[in-house]
């Protein structure tokens, strides 16, 4: 059925371009010119848009600096090789800042390109809200980390204990004490058992659903991520210290999952890291891909149990200095989540002079 016999076509497609909240433009290759910005305009860039082709340095100095080489990269991709282009971006205003998706599509006559068209949308309310979610999902599962080896510690103390209290009580005859040793000892294990029930839990839920991905400056997270353990750390008095080739590298992830991994990562560095060690992140951004390095210089990985550390319950699997226990299931999650981004990662270590994990990801950012 055809919507020509309701209104001309024409005036359908201006009636819809005026009233949506999106803004609609018409950008002409040959002229150089826009030749249609819908009402949107306004309200989106807060610029009245009469004028707009005498503006365009204005336009152009809207978009935020970091963002203003992927738009103009979309927009050489659209005028060369490509018919559709995805992107979001932000703009710097007088008043805020907003998040943008583009939606642009090239234009062609007579197989020539003629035209880039399409429309811009203001996705700062959703983006906002996708900001929280994933800062509190990340500060989430550190905690849940931090929280997991800081009560694996003196439960695994307690279990220890009660095992050399019931053995005691043995030798002195005193089965009442003995039979409250092992309840103290069954209760204890069932705690640890809860808590790594509940981070294994966590770990494959997050592994299993499908990613989605933003862009986010690795830097910033890491160091968010290295303060909430240095104020978990306690007594330990354990130095962590975050490296990298520029103040700002950015990289597109989930960041859920990714610095889910690097939590991870961090977490079994400190449960292998005796008191006053070190623990370093460092970021290396190189040409074509971004290199991050979790090191420690803990206890070390025996050499025979390194080809099978990141296999799903591999038997490379040890508590911590603490007594605090795995599930197995960490590194073989952390690998899942590091090749569904498109990268590799890979382990060095010698027994007591530490570790480092290297995670090699594409350089997409």
């Known amino acids: 059925m055809s919507l020509s016999g309701i209104l001309p076509e ?3 497609l201006r009636q819809i371009a005026e009233r949506s909240l999106s803004v609609f433009f018409l950008y002409n290759l040959h002229t150089n010119r826009f030749e249609y910005v819908s009402p949107a305009f306004e309200e989106i860039w807060e610029r009245e848009e009469e004028g707009i082709n005498e503006r365009l340095d204005w336009l152009l100095s809207t978009v935020h600096p970091q963002d203003l080489p992927r738009l103009e990269s979309t927009f050489g991709q ?18 805020r800042e907003k998040w943008i998706h583009l939606t642009a599509y090239c234009m062609l006559e007579g197989g020539k390109r003629k035209a880039i068209a399409g429309f811009a949308e203001d996705i700062s309310h959703f983006k906002q809200n996708e900001i929280v979610a994933n800062l509190f999902s990340v500060q989430k599962n550190g905690v849940l980390e931090m929280l997991a080896h800081d009560l694996n510690g003196p439960l695994g103390l307690a279990q220890k204990l009660s095992e050399q209290l019931a053995s005691k009580a043995q030798k002195l005859s005193q089965p009442d004490l003995e039979a409250d ?17 509940l981070l294994e839990k966590e770990f494959l839920e997050s592994s299993q659903t499908a990613l989605k991905l933003q862009r986010i400056d690795l830097v910033e997270q890491i160091q968010s991520m290295l303060e909430g353990f240095e104020r978990m750390d306690g007594d330990d008095h354990k130095h962590f210290e975050l490296q990298s080739s520029a103040a ?12 889910q991994a690097l939590v991870n990562l961090v977490s079994n560095a400190n449960k292998f890291t005796r008191r006053n060690g070190h623990i370093r992140v460092a970021v290396q951004a190189n040409q074509g891909y971004i290199t991050v390095s979790v090191s420690d210089d803990g206890i070390g990985i025996p050499k025979e149990l390194q080809p099978v550390l990141f ?17 197995g299931l960490g590194l073989s999650i952390v690998k899942r989540i590091v090749e569904l981004h498109g990268g590799k990662i890979r382990v060095e270590s010698e027994e007591n002079k530490g570790s480092t994990f290297f995670i090699e990801l594409p350089g997409n950012g």
């Open 10 to 12: 024409g005036e359908l």
């Open 78 to 95: 659209l005028q060369t090789t490509s018919l559709r282009q995805f992107l979001e971006f932000r703009l710097q205003l007088a008043k």
């Open 181 to 197: 040793a092992h309840l103290i000892h069954k209760t204890v294990s069932h705690g640890i058992h809860l808590i790594h029930e």
């Open 248 to 259: 700002q590298v950015f990289v597109r992830v989930d960041q859920t999952k990714f610095m």
């Open 311 to 327: 296999e799903r319950f591999t038997k490379a699997r040890r508590p911590g200095l603490k007594g605090e226990e795995t599930t």
